[in-house]
């Protein structure tokens, strides 16, 4: 009996201690490469070039005084400073002249965030000019996301 006991507890401590040495081993990670990483053009560069683009092709609509632009992704967001004295229809108009005609040249975005309201083009307008500076459109996904949320989108 003593015998049968002993060999059990002998089992467990064997068990347990199975079990604790197996459980705590290092986990096996595959050796780093040595293989360079390869140039990628960032996605903003482009961006920062089809904004550009596409600010100088709103800035001769007749209505728009100044147009800012950031494009990112498949979107691209547009805030309007339309010259004074248009009246509502109007500037909802021009809002959906601006849209089409980048839809229409553009065939890279899927999707245009188009505003005169002062607060998205102020955004805007601080989103460009951090992204002219050298920042990431990343940076700004956030803040991007919040104004697609405000307003209208108009889709391809």
């Keep these: 009996m003593v015998n049968k006991r002993l060999s059990v507890l002998l089992l467990v401590f064997f068990i347990v201690g199975l079990l604790i040495s197996s459980g705590c081993s290092a986990a096996r990670k595959p050796a780093p490469t040595d293989e360079p990483i390869p140039n990628r053009t960032r996605a903003d560069e482009v961006d920062?070039?089809?904004a550009q683009h596409i600010t100088s092709e709103i800035n001769q609509v007749n209505?728009?005084?100044?147009?800012?632009?950031?494009?990112?992704?498949r979107n691209a967001y547009v805030g309007l400073d339309v010259k004074p004295g248009l009246k509502e229809e109007q500037v909802h108009?021009?809002?959906?002249?601006?849209?089409?005609q980048i839809k229409g040249t553009e065939e890279a975005i899927n999707t245009v965030y188009v505003s005169s309201d002062p607060d998205f083009v102020s955004r805007i307008q601080k989103v460009s000019q951090g992204i002219a500076k050298g920042?990431?459109?990343?940076?700004y996904a956030d803040e991007l996301s919040d104004l697609g949320r405000r307003i209208k989108p108009r889709t391809i």
Excluded: F, H, P, Y
């Design 63 to 73: 209505g728009v005084q100044k147009a800012m632009v950031v494009v990112a992704g």
């Design 48 to 50: 920062t070039a089809r």
């Design 135 to 139: 920042d990431s459109v990343t940076r």
């Design 93 to 100: 108009e021009l809002e959906n002249i601006v849209a089409d």
